[in-house]
């Protein structure tokens, strides 16, 4: 059973910046793939970013040029740096982690709230 962990949300003002960060119980990076989704209230669980086993990454076209998904095998961490930050970005932020080659398993963290003030 891998556990996700999230932190690093927080209030931030428009305009400013967080890094959420994702600690993996195990180092699975060369497994999975690894993603970030965020919850808005009333809306339904989108894709914010995502980073394959191999390292290639995409983004939600809201993310494009703001958000920078990465990650850091000796701390089995993944980030997402977020820049400009709006008041939709406003979301809770949940950690994924998908083995879509071999088993399908697949892991959430319990998220954390982002909230961007205006």
């Known amino acids: 059973q891998v556990r996700l962990a999230e932190s690093g949300g927080g209030l931030v003002q428009f305009g400013g910046s967080l890094r959420l960060s994702c600690a993996a119980s195990e180092n699975i990076f060369s497994v999975y793939s690894m993603a970030w989704y965020r919850q808005a209230p009333g809306k339904q669980r989108e894709l914010v970013a995502h980073?394959?086993?191999?390292?290639?990454?995409n983004y939600a076209d809201f993310a494009e040029g703001r958000f920078t998904i990465s990650r850091d095998y000796a701390k089995t961490t993944v980030y997402l740096q977020m820049n400009d930050l709006k008041p939709t970005d406003t979301a809770v932020y949940y950690c994924?982690?998908?083995?879509?080659?071999?088993?399908?398993?697949?892991?959430w963290g319990q998220g954390t709230q982002v909230t961007v003030s205006t």
């Open positions: 980073i394959t086993s191999s390292g290639s990454t």
């Open positions: 994924n982690a998908h083995d879509n080659t071999f088993t399908g398993s697949m892991y």
